[in-house]
């Protein structure tokens, strides 16, 4: 199969990323923004400035307002905004071709992992999910950054990622679409726990045993969907949820930072925080978890802080007093 053209779809940090590791991978890239005069301004300025400050962009991005079809899709609007972007899109123009999935949450109402709303909304597209350490700014900039991208064919997704390949950028294939969704969405979760541990100045131990038993709840509720927990070894479970739930880069950290330090979501939201994914997919993440009968007692507690159920401190004292159980 022909992976020449790329078309990436979200004119955000991650949208615009990705664009230029496609063109440092050899790619010719559309950057697919939602307005005409910002993607004049891309093209003009060769920068992204609301996105990525001071980034210049490569020669083969081209920013623009209509999407064409391509070779390659790659899909980076926020996980919520997923659907509302796939019904303005033709199915017809993503029949057949790799859709890269690279949102990380699921959806409100339906509990939809992003490739089942491309099921839904595109059924013939071929799903990846991209997923793992990643900030866009290294990324953008050409800094080793290490991916892992799942598909369902071993052998597409191994050319997919060697399409997508660059000196800086480096998607490792695998077969877990499942694991890798759902690691993706719930360490944005952790991570806001995380972000909370640090704003209540819990200290340095309790975020790494929250970071050991995030993953043992992930690995619980990647298994009970059909997943498998060996996903949750590699760059897109352990190395996403060290990325994520130890960098004050992270934004789902530094509204958990916000949180710990007794501000409200509503608050912080009024504030002008940036997108924190963890903060939808925190109450969608119990859901799944109660529809699979998981126990998921750090997801619980992330709801209720951020629903504004109960402060840190009873969220504590609640987990600390837990009967005690075996590790395993
Ligand atoms: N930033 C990062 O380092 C990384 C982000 N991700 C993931 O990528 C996803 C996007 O994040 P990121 O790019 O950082 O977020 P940003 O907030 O930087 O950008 C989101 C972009 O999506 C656009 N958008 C939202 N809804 C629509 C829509 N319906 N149609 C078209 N465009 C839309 C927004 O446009 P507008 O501004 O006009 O609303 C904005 O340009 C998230 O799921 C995130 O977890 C994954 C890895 C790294
Ligand atoms: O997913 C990310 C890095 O892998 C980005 O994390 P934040 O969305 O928390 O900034």
Redesign the pocket.
Known sequence: MQLETVTV?????????LAQAAAMAGRQVRL????SA?AEAINTSRRNE??LPGQALLAGVNASAEFAGSDIVIL???????R??LS?IDPALLAGRPVVL????LEIGTLARQSEILFDMAPEAVPYVL??P??????AAGRPTAVTLAGDDASATSDLATALAGPSFRPYAADDRIGVEIA?ALK?VYALACGAVEGAQLGASARAALIARGYAEMARMVTAMGGSAHTLTGLAGLGDLTLTCTSV????YQFGIALGAGQSTGAIIAGGA??A?GVATAPVALALARSLDVDAPLIEAVDAVVAGRADIATIVAGLMSRPLKREH
């Open positions: 779809i979200g004119g955000g940090a991650w949208g615009t990323a697919v923004v939602r307005h910002q609301a996105a980076a609007v926020p996980a919520q905004s997923t509302t972007l303005t690279s949102a990380k949450g997923s793992g990643s900030f866009a700014v290294d990324v993706g944005n880069q992270s934004r789902n940036k997108l994914e």
